[in-house]
Each structure stands twice: as C-alpha cells, then as structure tokens.
C-alpha cells in the first residue's frame, strides 16, 4: 500500500469539505482510490466507532459494520457501479454502531474521474434513518427522539455526559403579548445564540415545547453553570427584537450521568426534577440533581432506575402504609391517610420523598398513582364492616391532575374494588397550584358529582391555598404541621388555627390538623375546635395489618 502525499491529502480535504457543506442530514465520506485513503464524517467516526476520521482501507472497515445478511446486497452495488463506470451506488442496509446495535441506513455514492476518465475519488453519503427522523422543523436541533438515542448510545459505551435543561418561564406570556409568529423566532434566535456559544462544548437537542437540552462529555457542571448563569444575565435584561423590547426568563436543572446501569428513560425523569425545581422553587437558579449514595451504597439515579422497572412491572415492591386520622372530640378512629412506600431487594423500605418529587415527572407516574388509589381501596373495603363511616385519604400527585381522563380513572377503580365513593378522600397537594384553574375545577366538580370528598394538603404553605379554597369545592382543609408544631409556647399559631378554621367553615369546609405530637398539642387543637387529627400522638404510619389490628379489631370507630 503506497503513502499518501500531502498534496492528494489537501486535494481530498478540499473535496471532502465541498460536499459536507451541503450534505445535511448526512455523513460524507471520500476515499482517494489511488491511495486507498479515505476521510469519513466526524460524526460517523463517533457513531460507529471507527478508528479516525482518516483511514486506509475503509472499505474493509467499514463492511464490518453492515449486517451479515446484507453484506451481498452492499458488494453487488459497489461491483455494479465500477463495472459500470457511470452512475450511482444507492443501497439500503443496517450498519452497527458503537454499541453494537443495527439500524437502517440508505448509502449513495458517485465516482469522480481525472482528465484522462479514469476513476480518481469515490464520494460517498450515509443517511441514518434513525437519526434523520429525529430532527426538529422549527430550531433545526435534534429532537427527543435523537435525544434518547444519544443518551443510550454513551450509557451503551459507557461514556459519562453531562446534560443541562433549559426553559423559559414567562414565554406563554411573550406568545400572548406579541403572537404566536413573534414567539417563534424569538425561540429561534435564542437557539441560534446558544448554539453559537456551545459548539465546542455538546450538542443540543429540542424536547417538548420550548425546553431545550445540553448534552456534553467535556464541559464541569460548574463551566454548565457559569454558562448559564451567563446567558441568564443577558436574556433577562430588556432587549430589543424586532422593535419589541422583551426580557426573557429561564431556568435551567443539570445532571452528571456517571452510572451506566439505568435507561435514558430515567435519566430524563431526575434531570426533569431538577429542572422544576429551577422554575417552581428558586426562581430560575441552575439546579443540580444530586447522585448521592445512600447507607447501603445504591446511587440515587440507580435507586430511582429501579423504582421505575417497579412500575413498569406492575408496581411490584410497593406496600402501602396508613397513618389514623382521629376524630377530634371522640379520640376515635375517622379514616386513614395512605401513604406509599418502596421495598428495595434487601427489603429496606424507601420513602417516598426519595422518588415521588423524581416520579411526579416521569410518564409512568399515572399508573402507579392509580395501583395506589386501588390498593388501598381494596385493602381498607373490609374496615368498612366495623367502621362505616371510615374515610380513605388517598394522596393525588400533580402528574395525575393533568390526565385528561382523571375521573374515568378513579371511577373505574370504584367499579373495580367496589369501594364506596362516600368513604373516599382525595387529597391535593400545594404543588398542584401549577396546573390550569380551569382543569382543576372541571376534576373536582367531576369527583363531587360522583360524592367523592375533596382535601387541600399542606394549607398555608404556599400562595395559592386561598385561591384554591375560593375558587375549588372543598371538603377538608388539611393544616399543615409547620402551623401547629410549636403551638404549645406560641400563641400566634392558635391565633392562625383558629383563623384557619373559621376560613373552612364560610366554605363549608371542615379542617384536620397534621403533625400532632403530644397531648398538650391535642388539648389546645381540640380547643380550637379542629374536627380532625393526626400525627405521631395517635401513630406514626404502618403496615395495613397492623393498622387494623390497632384501631380497627378495638372497634374504637366514629
């Protein structure tokens, strides 16, 4: 095999560059046919593993890569169009990437002959369907679909990636301002700005609506951060576009994906936590989801990939614990809150504040909200026997307030357990603030009609508890333990609980303390004349059987 000069090098880098202007969507590749030498695509290099982007014998190399079965049909076309001497290759085949999986690319390729028309360059391109059918319209970025497959080709090859989310917090506001034309070029300008400041450093990808994400295996998170924090102080002063003057705000959650042995799936699932807690809880700091270890050496994002296989499989591993909610004047037994826990394989329970804030994003949520309302349904039917006025409290998660189908779901686990929707309790929770007004007074009136008791959760944590109450059926206001934990030496928080209460009843609500601890702390609630109870005073929460082994069998019931 001759040397190459570096003259036919210059020549084949010219020729190379010629067609990647202009071959979008797909890999060029040249091979000097005097020499054997050839320059491949960078891309392809990374996608398929070869040795480099210059090669001899590339041919050879890259056979290995196509699929057994269709090796024939590649050589047959090759064959034909030297023989021919005119003409196209143009050929469809799998070719293997770095992890070894196959997918369905379409080659085509010409011969450039010399002045003496005989044949010098073979110029050549490779469309992956996979990849081109992961493209965004609008950005010109890769899309969800190219996101996930990139995410599983470095978890595959065992390549550590850091990836950054971005998003935009007031861009509704911009559309209704300034139009639907205007917020799209907008976002198209911002994305043309970041790219020009991120060429070096990973790729970026469009996912759904206007977040974007960074994917890089050479930048810190602390360079992620500073980044950010750069284009954070320049989108959120007052610019001129088009004429407008617009100030943008963003956010933005990242994580150090290190582990190998969890799916992209997940991966999306703890980067989407932190991204929220960008946009909901620190008004657009950069958030980092922490990997941390827990006592018995489980990664968080392994924990987290397993709690997810959970679902997928049926919700195996879930128990369902249950803390009593006591009737305030009686000091007998009213309901129960249900409340999920995890079994890891050592059988340790997991609490949920370990995964739910990670599974409140995640698709898979919905099914393990509905397992959690029919399990605990079936479960406590039999307590109904010797309590009849017992009362399920089943917690519902921001994620399942946003189906569509909400109610059908929990009137078909009504029809399925057969549990009455008198006794049932549906609890809503302060994060729910961020879902539509609208669509939560279409679910709410939809469960009342079915006379299925609605609960605010954690009333007074958050800036929206009085809307909701105005706005929002409500049958049990729920006060939260911060309220009520120091209402023993601070005689503000039985002003507030009395507060509270009266709020409820011009809403014909009635109200249920959490958080109680003592019988000090009991007296002073009973006083305030709260209708219900809960805490740590009456039990923590506990298996089922040992629930109705201790308040049930006693028939200590309302």
Request: charged fraction near 25%.
């Amino acid at each position: 095999m001759r040397e190459i000069t570096e003259e036919r090098i210059n020549k084949l880098n010219t020729i190379f560059d010629s067609y990647e202007m202009v071959a979008e969507g797909t890999d060029v590749y040249v091979c000097d046919m005097r020499y054997d030498y050839s320059r491949w695509a960078r891309t392809a290099v990374e996608l398929y593993g070869l040795e480099s982007e210059y090669m001899y014998a590339a041919d050879d190399i890259w056979e290995d890569h196509i699929h057994p079965d269709d090796r024939k049909m590649y050589r047959d076309s090759i064959k034909e169009l030297f023989e021919n001497g005119y003409g196209m290759h143009d050929v469809q085949y799998r070719a293997r990437d770095i992890s070894g999986q196959y997918y369905t690319c379409t080659c085509r390729g010409i011969i450039i002959k010399d002045d003496n028309d005989e044949p010098e360059y073979f110029v050549g391109m490779i469309r992956n369907h996979s990849i081109n059918e992961s493209v965004d319209n609008i950005t010109g970025l890769r899309n969800k679909n190219g996101f996930f497959y990139d995410i599983n080709r470095y978890l595959k090859s065992h390549i550590p990636i850091r990836i950054v989310m971005y998003g935009s917090t007031n861009y509704t506001r911009i559309n209704d301002l300034f139009g639907y034309d205007f917020g799209t070029r907008i976002f198209q300008h911002c994305i043309r700005y970041v790219l020009d400041h991120n060429q070096k450093i990973g790729d970026l990808y469009r996912l759904d609506g206007i977040r974007v994400a960074l994917i890089s295996r050479t930048a810190t998170i602390e360079e992620l951060r500073d980044n950010y924090e750069h284009y954070q102080s320049i989108l959120e002063r007052p610019f001129l576009f088009e004429g407008e003057q617009v100030i943008i705000n963003i956010n933005a959650g990242a994580i150090a994906v290190d582990r190998f042995d969890i799916n992209a799936d997940t991966v999306l699932s703890c980067l989407t936590q932190a991204y929220q807690e960008s946009k909901h809880n620190n008004q657009g700091k950069f958030c980092f989801f922490e990997n941390g270890v827990n006592k018995n050496g489980i990664h968080k994002l392994e924990r987290i990939n397993r709690i997810r296989n959970s679902v997928a499989e049926g919700c195996d591993n879930f128990v369902v614990y249950y803390q009593p909610v006591i009737d305030a004047k009686t000091g007998k037994l009213s309901g129960a809150e249900a409340l999920i826990r995890w079994k890891d394989e050592s059988g340790n329970i997991v609490m949920p504040n370990d995964f739910i804030p990670v599974l409140e994003n995640d698709a898979l949520f919905p099914s393990l909200g509905e397992w959690i309302l029919k399990h605990s349904m079936e479960e406590c039917l039999p307590v109904l026997k010797k309590c009849p006025q017992f009362m399920l409290n089943v917690n519902l998660s921001y994620a399942q307030l946003q189906q569509l189908d909400f109610v059908n779901v929990v009137k078909r686990a009504i029809k399925d357990t057969g549990y009455p929707a008198a006794n049932l309790c549906l609890e809503m929770t302060e994060r729910c603030r961020f879902i539509d007004m609208d669509q939560l007074k279409v679910i709410t009136s939809g469960l009342e009609q079915e006379g299925i008791k609605i609960a605010l959760d954690d009333f007074g944590t958050g800036f929206s508890s009085l809307e909701i109450l105005q706005n929002l059926h409500i049958d049990i206001v729920k006060i939260d333990r911060q309220f009520v934990k120091n209402i023993s030496e601070d005689s503000r928080q039985i002003a507030i609980v009395k507060i509270v209460n009266e709020l409820a009843e011009v809403y014909n609500a009635i109200t249920c303390a959490e958080g109680v601890e003592t019988e000090e702390m009991r007296d002073i609630l009973r006083n305030c004349d709260v209708h219900t109870m809960q805490g740590y005073l009456y039990s923590k929460p506990i298996p089922f059987e040992q629930f109705t082994e201790k308040f049930v069998k006693s028939n200590e019931c309302i």
